[in-house]
């Protein structure tokens, strides 16, 4: 053992012998309940909210993913198509030393009615301003030492003349820092917000098929690049990715590939943060509904 | 995400604590400012802890806030403190026998200094200390070697 291992050695011995308060577990346990009275009064925390909200969109969502021409050729079917447009329904700014917002509700507007996207206004409406009030509600209790800052922006990913893809992106950042997206995808020629095993039929292993290409990929990428790293193959192998979810956030491309997102540490390291797939339309296109 | 991630912070903190007090104590050197340290971080925790997303990362969270909440009180303490370093010293001296290797320590960037106490004292995973810091994994080692050199180098020019 080299002289500063020893020295290492000791210092741990010494950082492990470092007394601890008599009454500084009691001290924490009143600190702790101080803190839930003050909790109590604000239990609607954002993301039991987002969680919330994604449950009741995946309640409200069907449906198959028919092919644009025969919907038409059917004529039967409600034909928005056409002109879908994003605006920003409204803006809500706070720029203060210790604390900030910067949060955007998107509105899609249609041509004639759509079903979808009163669903997802809805749903996005009611979700921003969710957001809007804890973050309000934590300046009014801290003021400008809330030490919070928050953005929500939205983006419109896909917009071909078969699908519209909005992203809602939400970042709130405390003590440590939380990012995520919410993705809504309207199948524009049957009018139905469709979250991703619904495209494809019924008792069919895409989801399977399109987890193992991701694992693949992972692998691959991982061999590539020293720096990249996946929840896969790991010690703990029940910690490690398995399947995409019912409702997994996703896209198509222009080409009609998948683009499968998930947010950060759901399938990597927080250092990798949010991180995609592409899923080559082959592999799943005779399972599409 | 549910809500029993409260109830889970708050028993892993009274679990733990002497292991955060132990890491706050490591940077501030006194009991009072690490105890204000932890129950600071404890604060932070609860009420953010809807940004914590798998409880499986709930110990590396956890530290990372503490380490967070110790850093920003000593930078603070740094600011406004005055004589700090003598007072510092008084402390140190009297608890550790290595001063020597543990001012080089202190010397440290923050972050190889938080990666080094992880490591080699709290005896966090590589992995674990990644999550820690929220840098990879091969930045986080080749971080750990370089401030081993430095601290060698530190120790020889003083011997």
Redesign the interface.
């Known amino acids: 053992m080299n002289d500063m291992e020893k020295k290492l050695t000791q210092l741990k011995q010494e950082y492990d012998s470092i007394q601890i308060p008599e009454h500084g577990r009691e001290h924490l346990r009143n600190k702790i309940n101080e803190v839930n009275t003050m909790n109590d009064n604000k239990n609607n925390s954002v993301l039991r909210r987002v969680a919330g909200i994604a449950a009741a969109l995946a309640l409200l969502i069907a449906l198959p993913n028919t092919n644009a021409s025969l919907a038409a050729a059917l004529g039967d079917l409600p034909v928005v198509g056409g002109f879908f447009q994003v605006v920003t329904l409204r803006s809500y700014q706070y720029d203060g030393d210790n604390a900030s917002a910067s949060i955007e509700t998107p509105e899609i507007k249609t041509e004639g009615e759509s079903e979808a996207a009163k669903q997802v206004n809805e749903s996005v409406t009611e979700y921003v301003d969710a957001v809007t009030d804890d973050f309000k509600a934590q300046l009014a209790e801290y003021g400008d030492a809330a030490n919070t800052d928050v953005t929500v922006e939205y983006e419109v990913v896909t917009d071909t003349e078969d699908w519209l893809t909005l992203r809602l992106y939400t970042e709130w950042v405390e003590a440590s820092g939380a990012q995520f997206y919410k993705y809504y995808n309207i199948d524009k020629t049957n009018d139905k917000v469709v979250q991703l095993s619904d495209l494809f039929q019924e008792n069919s292993d895409a989801l399977t098929l399109i987890s193992e290409n991701i694992k693949t990929q992972m692998r691959e990428q991982m061999a590539a690049n020293e720096n990249v790293s996946y929840f896969i193959d790991s010690d703990m192998p029940e910690e490690d990715f398995q399947q995409v979810k019912d409702d997994q956030n996703y896209r198509f491309d222009e080409d009609g590939n998948l683009i499968i997102t998930f947010d950060e540490y759901e399938v990597a390291p927080g250092s990798m943060g949010a991180v995609e797939f592409t899923v080559e339309r082959s592999v799943f296109e005779s399972q599409l509904k | 995400?549910r809500?029993d991630h409260?109830q889970l912070i708050?028993q892993r903190?009274?679990e733990q604590?002497?292991r955060f007090?132990?890491l706050a104590?490591?940077y501030l050197k006194n009991?009072a400012d690490a105890?204000d340290a932890?129950?600071d971080?404890?604060?932070?925790?609860?009420?953010?802890?809807?940004?914590l997303?798998?409880t499986?990362?709930l110990d590396t969270?956890l530290y990372?806030?503490v380490v967070?909440?110790s850093v920003t009180l000593l930078r603070a303490k740094s600011r406004w403190g005055g004589d700090e370093t003598e007072l510092e010293n008084l402390s140190v001296e009297d608890?550790?026998?290595?001063t020597?290797?543990?001012r080089a320590?202190d010397a440290l960037e923050t972050t190889d200094r938080t990666i080094v106490?992880l490591r080699?004292?709290e005896e966090l995973k590589l992995?674990e200390v990644?999550?820690v810091v929220?840098?990879?994994?091969?930045?986080v080692k080749s971080r750990l070697y370089r401030a081993?050199e430095k601290?060698?180098n530190a120790?020889k020019e003083e011997a």
């Not at chain 2, 604060?43 to 940004?51: D, E, G, N």
């Not at chain 2, 929220?134 to 930045?139: D, G, I, S």
């Open positions: 995400m809500p409260r708050e903190l009274l604590y002497p007090y132990r104590y490591s009991e105890q932890v129950q971080a404890a604060c932070k925790a609860l009420r953010s802890w809807k940004t997303r798998e499986k990362y969270w990372r806030i967070n909440q608890r550790y026998e290595n020597d290797l543990l320590l106490t080699y004292f992995s990644a999550e929220q840098m990879p994994l091969n930045t081993l601290l060698r120790l």
